[in-house]
């Protein structure tokens, strides 16, 4: 039975079984590699994707469990020809090292964003907690995830979108 759902803003049909993991389901079906997984606990953050416009990790969530929902994952933020703005955050700052924990990084980022738009340093630090830089690459992501914001409300007017 295929379970329907949206990834990026396009309906799909999702065919795996409905108890596998969405991060499973992201790269294994859809060919979506930009969540990782890390731990498979929910202890790491580098599956992170957004459900319904909230962060959520996808190595904890059933396939079952996002019927009907609407997924982005960090592909869905921009293209390399045509990167989001917090992707082009990202990239100016040189946040990434190994860059395996990034993709989610933004995608928590982006939730942050999305439902507050003048998040401060606190508001910023405290999404991130959810979220591991083994690299220590930290203070390059919080330079990125202001930098996204600043350009975000600067381009509000213009009516741009995270
Ligand atoms: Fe999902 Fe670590 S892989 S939280």
């Given at each position: 039975?295929?379970?329907?759902?949206?990834?990026?803003?396009?309906?799909?049909?999702?065919?795996?079984?409905?108890?596998?993991?969405?991060?499973?389901?992201?790269?294994?079906?859809?060919?979506?590699?930009?969540?990782?997984?890390?731990?498979?606990?929910?202890?790491?953050?580098?599956?992170?994707?957004?459900?319904?416009?909230?962060?959520?990790?996808?190595?904890?969530?059933?396939?079952?469990?996002?019927?009907?929902?609407?997924?982005?994952?960090?592909e869905g933020l921009g293209t390399i020809d045509d990167p989001g703005p917090m992707q082009?955050?990202?990239?100016?700052?040189?946040?990434?090292?190994?860059?395996?924990?990034?993709?989610?990084?933004?995608?928590?980022?982006?939730?942050?964003?999305?439902?507050?738009?003048?998040?401060?340093?606190?508001?910023?630090?405290?999404?991130?907690?959810?979220?591991?830089?083994?690299?220590?690459?930290?203070?390059?992501?919080?330079?990125?995830?202001?930098?996204?914001?600043?350009?975000?409300?600067?381009?509000?007017?213009?009516?741009?979108?995270?």
């Open positions: 039975m295929a379970t329907g759902l949206t990834i990026n803003g396009a309906a799909v049909e999702a065919v795996s079984d409905p108890e596998t993991p969405l991060l499973y389901v992201l790269r294994d079906e859809f060919e979506l590699n930009g969540a990782k997984y890390g731990c498979g606990l929910g202890q790491c953050g580098a599956c992170t994707v957004m459900v319904d416009g909230e962060a959520a990790l996808s190595c904890l969530m059933p396939l079952m469990t996002v019927e009907g929902r609407d997924v982005t994952t960090v082009r955050a990202f990239i100016a700052e040189q946040a990434a090292q190994c860059g395996y924990c990034i993709p989610g990084m933004m995608m928590r980022a982006q939730a942050l964003l999305v439902s507050n738009p003048e998040a401060d340093e606190a508001d910023i630090r405290q999404a991130l907690e959810w979220n591991l830089c083994r690299c220590g690459t930290h203070m390059r992501i919080l330079r990125a995830i202001r930098r996204a914001r600043d350009e975000l409300q600067r381009t509000s007017v213009e009516g741009e979108t995270p």
